[in-house]
């Protein structure tokens, strides 16, 4: 009798394990609550401006863009207050290298110091670049002379460059470079690469990371408690282009490590960056992939500085564009935004997700119908209790667009 009871139990227990874990499971994947109010915000950007940019200091929220009037001007803008400050030109020329993915970007240190950066053409043929770097430490009034961070002297792509601040307050950057392709300039590996400056602005780091790389996708860094991290596309010798992690430890970077085994295989870069963000050790990644000729966005955790990660969570609806960004909330769980395709139409879409993979309904910042449509790359950053969101838009019946932003008030 023992018996029969003992096995009734257990056949009970075992169903209602089940019943609990298909209820969690769907409750993970349900639409939590969650919601923002968006405040359109002028920039002051002139109309037809491009290439925005979104980077964040102790003071704010700092967005940059190009004019292109008789040649490509780079300018800035910071959010206060009372709404963005008036626009500051860094620097222009007619021999700048622009494309969608790859513009410029202005980033203020933690000293005050401003950076910016863009793109030379150094030769047509080749489609060649080199990287460009000012600073300025009043303010934007005056500016440095351009340098080169870089010192191979080829004609090859230097391109793509994020720059970032060291725990010691100095800048560093990454890119991709094209060295090691001037021998095979069809075959040969795009590398990635790292600088450091010291205060005196005495670059004492040029060194590479990883030796080869995906030839035209943005990266990112984030800085957790170990020191930087920074997340890129890699690409094997048979093609495969997954996402890949990097943590600087101890003077080196560490080897790349993936942080999820997607295997898409694709024989051209598909010029589409992940993201990342740091709090402390927790990390949180996102990024692009269309195995299967099926583009997705995902996002996923780590809890160790990037060491491991956690099962990957699908951000869009149904078809994705990619184009992601992530910022890491006080709870840990993450706000991600992606460009969300459907019925013929693209829209910049953002959700809260959690490790557990938890997600809000999606929220539509710009593509709506009836709106003008999102070009470019889009941006976003928080900034303390504010996200902010750039974007270029172009009107439904064609003309010239503009850069336009939103902010708003994260929920509490």
């Known amino acids: 009798m023992y018996r029969v009871w003992y096995a009734a139990r257990m056949r009970s227990t075992i169903v209602l394990t089940a019943v609990l874990a298909t209820a969690i499971a769907a409750a993970a994947q349900a639409p939590q609550p969650w919601a923002l109010k968006l405040q359109p915000v002028e920039l002051g950007a002139q109309k037809g401006a491009n290439g925005v940019q979104l980077t964040v200091s102790k003071r704010g929220a700092l967005a940059s863009w190009v004019e292109s009037d008789e040649e490509p001007t780079l300018k800035f803008a910071e959010r206060t207050p009372t709404g963005w400050s008036p626009a500051v030109k860094v620097a222009s020329g007619e021999d700048w290298f622009i494309t969608e993915a790859d513009t410029p970007s202005v980033l203020r240190l933690s000293n005050g110091t401003l950076v910016g950066d863009w793109m030379q053409s150094s030769s047509d043929e080749f489609e060649a670049s080199n990287l460009r770097l000012v600073y300025s430490k009043d303010n934007g009034k005056t500016w440095s002379k351009s340098f080169l961070p870089h010192h191979d002297g080829t004609i090859t792509q230097h391109a793509f460059a994020t720059l970032f601040e060291l ?87 560490t080897p790349g490590k993936p942080v999820h085994d997607d295997g898409w295989q694709i024989h051209a870069c598909p010029v589409n960056g992940p993201a990342i963000a740091a709090q402390g050790s927790n990390v949180a990644a996102a990024w692009f992939t269309a195995k299967n000729d099926q583009g997705q966005s995902w996002a996923a955790f780590s809890k160790d500085g990037g060491r491991t990660w956690g099962q990957p969570i699908r951000l869009d609806e149904g078809a994705s564009m990619g184009k992601v960004e992530i910022e890491l909330l006080d709870d840990g769980s993450a706000v991600a935004a992606w460009i969300e395709f459907a019925n013929q139409r693209s829209t910049f879409r953002v959700r809260r997700v959690d490790a557990s993979g938890a997600k809000s309904a999606p929220i539509t910042i710009a593509g709506a119908a009836g709106t003008g449509r999102v070009g470019g790359v889009p941006r976003m950053v928080r900034s303390d209790n504010e996200l902010v969101f750039a974007w270029v838009d172009t009107p439904e019946n064609g003309g010239i667009g503009g850069v336009k932003a939103a902010v708003a008030a994260l929920p509490h």
């Open 167 to 253: 725990a010691n307050g100095n800048l560093g950057l990454v890119w991709l470079d094209g060295r090691l392709t001037v021998k095979d300039r069809e075959h040969g590996p795009m590398t990635l690469r790292y600088a450091a400056y010291n205060e005196a602005w005495a670059q004492v780091s040029d060194r590479g990371i990883e030796a080869r790389v995906c030839d035209c996708c943005t990266m990112n860094v984030a800085m957790t408690t170990d020191g930087p991290i920074a997340i890129y596309r890699n690409r094997t010798d048979d093609e495969i282009r997954d996402v890949y992690v990097t943590r600087y430890e101890k003077g080196a970077w």
